[in-house]
């Protein structure tokens, strides 16, 4: 029996649609409760009177209210009128439960009106921020041109579920478009292109961070279902640097089409521009860490690369020993027989050694995949932060100064018109001129406005995604306990094979054999 109603006991599920729309404990407001009975599919006339009937005349709803009102919406559905006397008749028993469909439509819905009514805080956690999407980057068989050889990737996408194929000319005209349709966001930098002698390694790290710059896109709050990215990702006609660019040709900017442009002043905090300074110190912090981070473990990594070189080739030259096949007389070895021994030890133990290198190489695959790319996404996505801000410096606030001035000197010349009593269509003109930068000036500004907002959710995006940190943390322990933990395995076990063969080749002097002559023979002087 639950305490929270006075009639009848609540069933989990009440529970879990309150988790779900009040993850923080909070009231639940006239538009939640709207959004929630949407799933009803109860007549609108029929929500309302279950609002009427639960409404405590604040505006809001408690857990109490939001649970008496999923009892209501449950015996709706069984065809009953809405009154308090209803749930009289459920005393001691569980409450019934209402048919809201499919939640994750509830979660979904839930998450964007506390975006709405929260502009100014992000609302994505880690987790949420990976559910977005996953994009895989594989690297097809080289191709040849006409004149060029070419490298193909295959892109695929877990929320469009599409595989297409791309170039890296592919990737370039759509990194164009995005600075285009984002410019107050954080892109990610492309990897270079080299046009001649591309070897293996080169090939493999442009592809994964082709991977990594499609996965920040993808899980990017605002950019994730825009039409641009999800063209990239599952449109799988021909030429398509070449459609791209003439689908989007003239694509509005994200100031042009967002509800939030027309009062990004009233998103701008008044200290923003101290909090800006404050978080770029921070993120210089984490920059400079991080590169350190990631310079380590690829070390680790090379590490772990070399030891299992060092391994194989261990096992190479013991297996070459175990089958020399040059012919060793008694002449050489007298009475000790070790070397016939060590020979047939040395094939056992060359499989040992063979193991210790797979184990080593294992390990430096998985600390590569698992943490160093980790590190590295981390730190393209810092990098993008900082190249956003170096674009909001040199862009936003120099092209509002460059305005100002002209206006200046618009009205300096306007004044000097008058005075001089010229003709007055140059003074009606000057006028024009004067209207027109006003105009402009107010749009930069809001522009300025809109571009400091999308600063603060940037930042907050940064601060969602370092729980990467976590992720790579647990990985690195994870790879090293394992790997350390199957590398002594191995080694236990050639222990006893060494004194295994050691055991087999212990020698036994010929006690028989003649002393040297020298000392036979009496010296006379």
């Not at 990976?130 to 097809?140: A, H, N």
């Not at 701008?268 to 400079?288: F, G």
């Not at 184990?359 to 990098?383: F, G, M, Y």
């Amino acid at each position: 029996m639950s305490a929270d109603l006075s009639f009848g006991s609540v069933p989990p599920f009440y529970r879990e649609v309150y988790d779900i729309v009040c993850p923080n404990q909070e009231h639940v407001d006239q538009d939640m409760f709207v959004q929630i009975l949407v799933q009803s599919s109860l007549p609108r006339t029929t929500v309302m009177q279950i609002w009427e009937a639960v409404d405590s005349k604040q505006g809001f709803l408690t857990r109490n209210g939001l649970y008496k009102a999923l009892a209501l919406t449950a015996l709706a559905q069984q065809g009953k009128n809405i009154n308090d006397k209803l749930l009289e008749t459920f005393s001691g028993q569980e409450l019934p439960k209402p048919t809201l469909g499919d939640l994750s439509d509830l979660r979904s819905a839930s998450v964007r009106l506390r975006r709405e009514k929260s502009p100014n805080v992000l609302g994505f956690a880690y987790n949420e921020l990976l559910e977005l999407d996953t994009v895989k980057v594989e690297l097809l068989p080289e191709k040849k041109g006409l004149i060029l050889k070419h490298v193909e990737y295959e892109v695929t996408s877990q929320r469009y579920k599409a595989t297409t194929l791309r170039r890296y000319n592919d990737f370039l005209a759509f990194h164009e478009l995005l600075l285009m349709r984002f410019p107050y966001r954080s892109i990610p930098r492309l990897p270079p292109k080299k046009m001649m002698g591309a070897n293996r390694e080169f090939i493999e790290q442009r592809r994964k961070s082709l991977r990594r710059y499609l996965n920040l896109i993808a899980r990017h709050p605002q950019m994730h279902d825009d039409k641009l990215v999800q063209f990239f990702l599952s449109f799988s006609g021909s030429d398509v640097q070449h459609k791209i660019r003439e689908t989007f040709r003239g694509i509005p900017d994200e100031f042009m089409t967002s509800n939030l442009a027309s009062r990004a002043k009233e998103l701008v905090p008044m200290d923003t521009q101290t909090q800006i300074s404050n978080s770029k110190d921070h993120i210089k912090m984490l920059y400079n860490s991080l590169s350190k981070l990631k310079d380590i473990t690829e070390r680790m990594v090379l590490r772990a690369t070399g030891y299992a070189s060092d391994m194989l080739q261990f096992g190479r030259e013991l297996s070459a020993m175990s089958n020399d096949a040059t012919p060793v007389s008694s002449w050489a070895t007298g009475s000790n027989d070790s070397w016939s021994h060590l020979k047939k030890g040395f094939k056992h133990l060359s499989v040992e050694y063979a193991a210790l290198g797979d184990k080593a190489s294992r390990e430096a695959a998985e600390e590569e995949e698992t943490v160093v790319e980790k590190v590295s996404l981390l730190l393209d996505l810092i990098t993008s932060y900082k190249d956003l801000c170096d674009r909001h410096e040199k862009g936003v606030l120099q092209d509002h100064q460059r305005a100002v001035q002209k206006m200046g000197q618009y009205k300096k010349k306007r004044m000097s018109a008058t005075v001089q009593s010229s003709e007055v269509g140059q003074v009606e003109q000057l006028e024009q001129k004067i209207l027109e930068q006003e105009g402009q000036i107010a749009n930069m500004e809001n522009r300025n406005y809109y571009s400091l907002h999308c600063l603060q959710m940037e930042t907050q995006l940064i601060h969602a995604n370092l729980d990467i940190l976590y992720d790579i943390l647990a990985a690195m322990a994870e790879v090293q306990s394992t790997s350390h933990e199957e590398l002594c395995k191995v080694w236990k076990a050639i222990g006893p094979i060494v004194e295994t063969i050691r055991g087999d080749s212990t020698s036994t002097p010929n006690r028989n054999s003649s002393s040297s002559p020298i000392n036979n023979n009496k010296i006379v002087i």
